[in-house]
């Protein structure tokens, strides 16, 4: 009833004149020196008669901002939840709001929307539906394109950026406020659109947003990407990319690679039966101009980034995102992948990925998939275009546990494997005791614990453990049986970075001063100083008692 009655005061008085232009008369001021706003544009919004005004969204303060814009007042919709305080409720549709339950087709908070537009008044709308930040702009719904057809209304599309900065806690903070606004757009008045009709419309709105947003410098979308290495994952992470509406370049190793993928139309080696989208260009490395791209994926085992840095990392350029898809450490020092390419490139974010993740199922029937880096526009990115390509996604800030969880989990798999002809009770001590160890090391680093627990750490030991095509637990069966790691290799078609891993982790792991004697032992096995069998006895065998010593009366 409360919504009801804010509503009926929208369409019926509008506006407190005397509340809004000594609200408007104190923050104008305040904006203009204390964030510095700037206004450009602001000829395309007419003074007079109907019009709809469409922006992105990033903070509390965008309406208020906006309304600088025009020199009349401006109607908008907030969140119905705002309107539960007598004061600010009072106070807010004094100021132009109304209220709108989001999430559901309002039709009374449209209606509202078109009665104001009916009398000759302007109408903010975010099509995005809610605040989006960090990183590029939301995607946006179909109502402002619904709204513009029935009312034939003028749509001006307005981009603000900077707001998303100014408050941190309860502080508001002096930052550069920039707005702009575009020529406006008109469309024929159509009673009851369909939502194709709508859709297509708001799909020609939202671009012109999104023109005045990079103009300001916000973040483009990611519309390139190249993908270096086309193994298994590299193929299909360049898929999962295509589906997502990028522009993809797979770069292989080899000239003599790239021309077979492209006769093929598959990567039948490592990912058979999944064609090539159309929007996958495959070709040879060397020919690779990275700086067009908007984001580059390296796909390659964690030994092979120093080559593939050092070849490429040059052309990696400042507005360039970096997705690091291997699990492992680089050699010689065993450091994490994304702190390797951070350092040796000026890439704006780098990214790592985790979690269950085998290519083919992937495509076939999802994944579960976990974006790690401190840069939180990349992440959001990143996870916006798995989502996309039909995939879950989630982010975390904590990289270092999301790599760490990795190659935890790859040793874990081999060391299952390696144990298991001892039995399943030592399979799974020796899983179990070399995961735990990796853990207390990555929590002295600084990792979460609920990193481990989560995707990035059991889900995907258990997806490696289960998958029939496991190459950490393929290789860990054939350690067992005695193959040295170079014949492992050659048996298995491709790299099990868990066999590099095994030694570069021990070593970290005593340099950090832990006690892991799982991990060390299983490097051991793996650099053929001690038999599997000999190691898997010890991961069961009682701990050696301490010798008690009873002093003399």
């Known amino acids: 009833m409360e919504s009801n009655r804010h509503l009926a005061r929208a369409r019926t008085k509008g506006v407190n004149p005397i509340t809004y232009w000594i609200v408007r008369g104190l923050m104008q001021p305040f904006f203009l020196v204390y964030f510095r706003m700037s206004r450009i544009g602001r000829e395309h919004v007419p003074d007079e008669g109907p019009v709809i005004l469409a922006a992105n969204h990033r903070s509390f303060l965008d309406p208020f901002v906006i309304a600088t814009m025009s020199r009349r007042p401006l109607y908008y919709v907030a969140k ?8 600010t409720a009072w106070l807010l549709n004094s100021l132009g709001a109304f209220p709108i339950d989001r999430g559901n087709a309002d039709e009374d908070a449209m209606a509202t929307a078109r009665d104001i537009l009916a009398r000759g008044d302007a109408v903010l709308i975010f099509p995005e539906g809610t605040r989006t930040r960090p990183g590029t702009l939301g995607s946006p719904r179909r109502g402002v394109g619904r709204l513009a057809l029935e009312t034939g209304a003028p749509v001006v599309p307005v981009a603000v950026i900077g707001t998303e900065a100014i408050r941190r806690g309860w502080r508001i903070r002096p930052h550069k406020v920039r707005l702009r606004a575009g020529a406006p757009l008109r469309f024929p008045v159509v009673h009851e659109p369909s939502a194709q009709l709508a859709g297509a419309v708001t ?10 947003w990079e103009w300001l410098g916000g973040l483009p979308p990611i519309r390139r990407a190249a993908v270096i290495g086309a193994g298994s994952w590299g193929t299909g992470l360049a898929v999962a990319l295509a589906r997502a509406g990028v522009q993809v370049e797979l770069a292989t190793r080899t000239p003599q690679q790239a021309a077979l993928l492209r006769s093929a139309g598959v990567n039948e080696r490592y990912l058979p039966g999944v064609p090539l989208p159309d929007g996958v260009e495959v070709l040879d490395a060397h020919d690779l101009e990275l700086g067009r791209h908007d984001l580059v994926v390296l796909a390659v085992p964690a030994r092979a980034l120093p080559e593939v840095v050092a070849a490429h990392g040059a052309q990696i350029t400042g507005r360039t995102g970096v997705l690091v898809a291997a699990k492992g450490l ?4 065993g450091t994490l992948p ?22 083919a199922d992937a495509l ?9 880096t401190a840069d939180g526009a990349l992440g959001r990115q990143i996870a916006d275009l798995l989502v996309c390509a039909g ?14 969880a990795g190659a935890a989990k ?4 081999l060391a299952a494997a390696t144990a298991a002809p001892a039995g399943p009770n030592a399979a799974g001590a020796a899983a179990g005791r070399v995961f735990a160890e990796v853990d207390a090391y990555a929590r002295g680093r600084g990792a979460r614990a609920e990193t481990f627990a989560g995707l990035a750490g059991t889900g995907d030991l258990i997806a490696t453990m289960v998958a029939q095509g496991s190459r950490n637990r ?3 069966e054939l350690l067992a049986a005695g193959l040295a790691p170079e014949e492992i290799e050659l048996q298995l078609g491709q790299a099990a970075e868990s066999l590099d891993a095994l030694p570069l982790l021990a070593r970290a792991l005593h340099d950090g001063g832990m006690d892991a004697p799982a991990v060390s032992g299983l490097a051991d096995v793996v650099e053929g100083r001690v038999a599997a069998g000999a190691w898997a006895d010890t991961i069961t065998a009682p701990a050696p008692r301490r010798r008690r010593f009873v002093r003399a009366a």
């Not at 680089?330 to 020092?333: A, D, G, K, Q, S």
């Not at 994304?338 to 085998?358: I, S």
């Not at 076939?364 to 790690?372: F, I, N, R, S």
């Open 474 to 476: 393929r290789a860990g």
């Open 391 to 404: 995939l879950y996604a989630e982010t975390s800030t904590d990289a270092v546990g999301v790599e760490l």
């Open 410 to 413: 790859n040793a874990a798999a």
């Open 338 to 359: 994304t702190a390797y390419v951070a350092e040796r490139t000026v890439a704006r974010g780098v990214a790592c990925l985790g979690g269950p993740a085998h290519a």
């Open 330 to 333: 680089v050699p010689p020092l």
């Open 203 to 212: 799909d020609r709105i939202w671009p012109c947003v999104m023109l005045q």
């Open 80 to 87: 119905k939840e705002l309107f539960r305080r007598p004061l």
């Open 364 to 372: 076939d029937h999802g994944a579960a998939l976990v974006v790690g």
